[in-house]
């Protein structure tokens, strides 16, 4: 069900969480809220999932107004960060508990649970508690107890961050292959760059409580709206008031065609290569460049290499 | 009364206190007091030393001195008739109280730590008035409202309701007494909580009556089950307030703390000594009750 919110804003106390924010979220689509920390992007999926009212503004889902019906009755599924399991339940009630306060019978409950559990791959795991399974589990699970109730739209709060970085990979790829397969409108907070790069269709930048700008991750990345979009999504230098991607800086061995710049430092990340360079004017900036690049150049500190610098970006000053 | 090992629910600690020693067991490398073997051990030492001299030889010398001629006299003084009655009166009181301040306890723990009520701070400070407020206090102050003299004394007197000198009175200064221990117990179980639980059931479907049974209620339940023993503890020990709104009649208003002076000041002593072991063994039973479902709640997985 595509979703839309109109005007919304959020005060706490002093704090403005969110002022006017408009987002439209097509029926089925992934999207990402990327933001830093305070930037209201939590807030924002907690107003669209009703436990959180807005000051001003609409919620619509599905082209009916929700702004002031409860989160119980707006049909959608949140995953909270932490997970917010039932610890005293079993991960079976846990998963059955939206379809068991509706009442339904015991039998249907099991299948449903069972086909859920499969899904999330966590089958034989039914009658263990929460605390006995791991994070990446109770995130799974917390995820199966979402879908039980069919919602119309799935909601979730920084669903990876409290993983460890493998764990967190595969339930990135696994969220992605889910989504094809059960179509229902996701929308998740973030303020992983490359999580949102890689997960979503969509990405939302969130930043102070407004929208810096939102698109397809290409877009943002190859022609982002503004100096805080730029660097945001992706590595960035910034010279005065341009900005450069460093892996557009070109390094080049011979002389000519360019400036000239001290390489004060080579760090070896794998197939990619940083190195920080100081230009003759002083001004200081990195260059991301191929393993094999830096092989042919036989980069090392201390060496001169001449520097071919994009036509840099340069942002009307924000007012 | 202690156990040594960790897995077990010691009698009276409280569930966040097992979460942290837990958690301390297993960041072995702080080097706290008592976690080298030797401050250990001496911990542990002073530790039951004081227990035994403060608790222990006052509980044993009791019995003793009950026991000390045979079990007949003691036979005796339990089957007094005005024993009996003490000890059925103490129970009704505290079948009556715990409930109601569990009720209580659980909806003010829950207004103080999640709503948003304006006076909230003048609220708390009232329901830890009794923990500062003498007991005789309490007694003589109900005795103002309730009674002959008092502001509604008339009034119920007139309509044949006597609140002092009766179960009615006992009951109100029991309750009062014992009001803080819920709420107090409760308050910092549903802190720990969160409202992400609860959030979660709302946004599945669930009604807030609901969530509150299937979700707040066994989140909270060791909070409010240690309130409930301390509750039935006070309950049934209760001397200040009950005594000066009792009247203490014998055979009508007598509980057991009651009984057990007066057995004393008639020089009974093993009517005392007798009476003074029936309480002990009471709050045993409540207590063991306590530990018992514990285990069993532990058993079944969870927290």
């Known amino acids: ?319 | 009364m202690s156990s040594s090992s960790g897995g077990t629910l010691t009698v009276g600690a409280k569930p966040s206190g097992r979460l942290t020693r837990r958690g301390r067991a297993r960041g072995g490398e702080a080097t706290t007091l008592g976690s080298s073997r030797g401050g250990r051990l001496a911990l542990r030492t002073v530790a039951l030393g004081y227990l035994a001299v403060l608790l222990g030889a006052p509980l044993v010398m009791i019995f003793y001195r009950t026991f000390e001629h045979g079990l007949a006299p003691v036979w005796n003084a339990v089957t007094a008739p005005n024993a009996l009655h003490a000890m059925w009166l103490s129970l009704e009181i505290v079948l009556i109280v715990v409930p109601l301040n569990t009720i209580f306890g659980i909806g003010a723990a829950i207004l103080l730590e999640r709503g948003r009520m304006p006076g909230r701070t003048l609220f708390g400070l009232l329901i830890d008035m009794p923990f500062a407020i003498s007991p005789v206090v309490v007694g003589l102050a109900l005795v103002l409202v309730y009674g002959r003299a008092g502001w509604f004394g008339d009034e119920l007197a007139a309509q044949g309701i006597n609140i002092i000198f009766s179960v009615p009175g006992m009951v109100l200064a029991t309750a009062l007494v014992t009001l803080p221990f819920v709420v107090r117990e409760t308050i910092p179980v549903l802190r720990e909580m969160g409202t992400d639980s609860e959030q979660a059931a709302e946004t599945l479907g669930a009604r807030p009556w609901q969530t509150f049974w299937r979700i707040t209620l066994p989140g909270i339940r060791w909070g409010v089950g240690y309130g409930v023993v301390l509750t039935t503890a006070r309950a049934l020990g209760e001397f200040g307030a009950v005594s000066i709104v009792s009247g203490r009649i014998e055979g009508q208003t007598q509980t057991l703390p009651l009984y057990v002076q007066d057995r004393f000041e008639n020089f009974d002593t093993t009517g005392a000594y007798t009476a003074a072991v029936m309480l002990a063994v009471l709050a045993l039973i409540t207590l063991l009750a306590m530990n018992l479902l514990a285990r069993r709640a532990n058993k079944k997985g969870g927290r």
């Not at chain 1, 029926?27 to 209201?40: C, E, F, R, Y």
């Not at chain 1, 919620?59 to 949140?78: H, K, N, W, Y």
């Not at chain 1, 889910?178 to 760059?193: A, Y």
């Not at chain 1, 999580?195 to 190859?222: C, T, W």
């Open chain 1, 1 to 319: 069900m595509a979703i839309e919110v109109r005007e919304v804003s959020k005060r706490f106390g002093e704090f403005q969480a969110l002022s006017e924010v408009s987002i439209t979220v097509a029926d089925g689509a992934l999207t990402a809220l990327l933001g830093p920390s305070g930037s209201g992007k939590s807030t924002l999926l907690r107003i669209i999932a009703g436990l959180e009212t807005p000051d001003t503004g609409m919620v619509l889902i599905d082209g009916e107004d929700v702004t002031s019906s409860p989160a119980r009755s707006r049909g959608v599924g949140f995953v909270f960060q932490h997970y917010a399991p039932f610890k005293h339940m079993t991960v079976h009630d846990n998963v059955g508990f939206g379809l068991s306060v509706r009442k339904r019978p015991k039998e249907e409950i099991r299948d449903r649970v069972s086909e859920l559990l499969s899904l999330v791959r966590l089958e034989g795991l039914a009658e263990r508690y929460p605390s006995q399974l791991s994070g990446g589990q109770q995130q799974r699970m917390a995820l199966a107890r979402a879908l039980a109730v069919q919602p119309q739209v799935l909601l979730l709060d920084e669903p990876f961050g409290a993983l460890d970085a493998q764990v967190r990979a595969e339930l990135r790829e696994w969220l992605r292959r889910l989504h094809d397969e059960i179509h229902v409108t996701t929308i998740f907070v973030t303020h992983d760059q490359e999580e949102a790069m890689e997960v979503a269709e969509q990405i939302v930048v969130m930043n102070d409580g407004r929208i810096e700008q939102s698109g397809s991750p290409r877009a943002l990345y190859e022609a982002p709206a503004n100096e805080f979009v730029m660097s945001f999504i992706g590595p960035v230098n910034r010279l005065g008031d341009a900005f450069l991607r460093p892996h557009d800086i070109q390094l080049l061995s011979e002389e000519g065609g360019g400036e000239e710049a001290l390489v004060e430092r080579v760090v070896h990340l794998g197939f990619e290569v940083r190195v920080e360079l100081k230009l003759g004017d002083g001004r200081e900036l990195w260059a991301q460049v191929t393993r094999e690049t830096a092989q042919q150049l036989e980069v090392q500190e201390g060496q001169i290499l001449t520097v071919r610098l994009p036509a840099p970006r340069v942002f009307a000053q924000a007012g």
